[in-house]
């Protein structure tokens, strides 16, 4: 089984990837000195075809840091990926110009399924639903004057009581913003979360069944074959992929229209 997961590790990567997540989950792994918590460095992208991809999994030495992020990016150019037009990321310190140096040409857009997990913690219960469904609008707008008049009326709506929120997203308003002038169809798949939470779900629910792992050959072993049980939750394929590879072409031309046929 190692030698599955090593050939899936060192795999031949397609030359780009139309977009990105990368995100880090941390888990217990027993190193020479004991137990240590470490960043699982998780990569999961959209193919030229359409198709959502677990890209990479790293462990990492110790807590999620841009350093050792900007050595798995590099890895993956090492394994043949060259361009990523667009990159989600969460905000994490340092880690906009470690993407930078690697994918200059890559758009960052902040990423809102992290925005949104962090405002669920602000949250009551019972206004949850309503939440959610209000800053979907804010995400979701047409343009950004549009997503800033959503975000208001949020604000306006609770009356300082979700204050917390609102300062939250206009903190980071430029980086969530970036993929707004984009259009509809590829918005719509840069800010979709249910694929990611799915993914997210599922290692999480492998990296509980043990208080500490052995040694991070037994968490990928594990990991890869939970994850290839699961495939249906995170592999399926972008919806109505034709409309969005008519924009893709649009907006980013030969960048993209090359890399059709991979």
């Known amino acids: 089984t190692?030698?599955?997961?090593?050939?899936?590790?060192?795999?031949?990567?397609?030359?780009?990837?139309?977009?990105?997540?990368?995100?880090?989950?941390?888990?217990?792994?027993?190193?020479?000195?004991?137990?240590?918590?470490?960043?699982?460095?998780?990569?999961?992208?959209?193919?030229?075809?359409?198709?959502?991809?677990?890209?990479?999994?790293?462990?990492?030495?110790?807590?999620?840091?841009?350093?050792?992020?900007?050595?798995?990016?590099?890895?993956?150019?090492?394994?043949?990926?060259?361009?990523?037009?667009?990159?989600?990321?969460?905000?994490?310190?340092?880690?906009?110009?470690?993407?930078?140096?690697?994918?200059?040409?890559?758009?960052?857009?902040r990423c809102v399924v992290h925005k949104i997990r962090n405002c669920f913690k602000l949250m009551d219960n019972k206004d949850s639903k309503e939440i959610l469904r209000q800053l979907r609008s804010?995400?979701?707008?047409?343009?950004?004057?549009?997503?800033?008049?959503?975000?208001?009326?949020?604000?306006?709506?609770?009356?300082?009581?979700?204050?917390?929120?609102t300062n939250m997203w206009e903190k980071d308003w430029t980086e969530l913003m970036a993929c707004m002038d984009l259009p509809e169809s590829l918005r719509k798949i840069t800010y979709t979360t249910n694929a990611i939470e799915n993914l997210n779900r599922e290692i999480r629910r492998v990296t509980k069944t043990k208080s500490a792992w052995v040694s991070d050959r037994a968490l990928l072993i594990q990991l890869f074959l939970s994850l290839e049980r699961s495939k249906k939750s995170w592999n399926k394929k972008v919806h109505n992929w034709a409309n969005v590879r008519r924009d893709l072409i649009e907006l980013f031309g030969e960048r993209f229209s090359n890399h059709i046929d991979q």
């Open 138 to 165: 804010v995400y979701m707008a047409v343009n950004e004057p549009a997503a800033r008049l959503a975000l208001e009326d949020f604000d306006r709506h609770w009356d300082g009581k979700y204050k917390v929120i």
């Open 2 to 109: 190692w030698e599955r997961v090593k050939a899936w590790q060192e795999r031949t990567l397609s030359a780009l990837f139309v977009v990105l997540f990368i995100d880090a989950v941390h888990i217990k792994v027993r190193r020479e000195n004991g137990v240590a918590t470490v960043a699982l460095y998780v990569v999961y992208g959209i193919t030229t075809q359409g198709q959502r991809e677990i890209v990479a999994l790293y462990p990492g030495q110790g807590a999620e840091s841009a350093t050792e992020w900007g050595r798995c990016l590099q890895d993956l150019k090492r394994r043949g990926l060259q361009d990523a037009l667009i990159i989600c990321s969460d905000g994490l310190s340092g880690l906009k110009p470690v993407i930078a140096e690697a994918f200059p040409l890559a758009r960052i857009q």
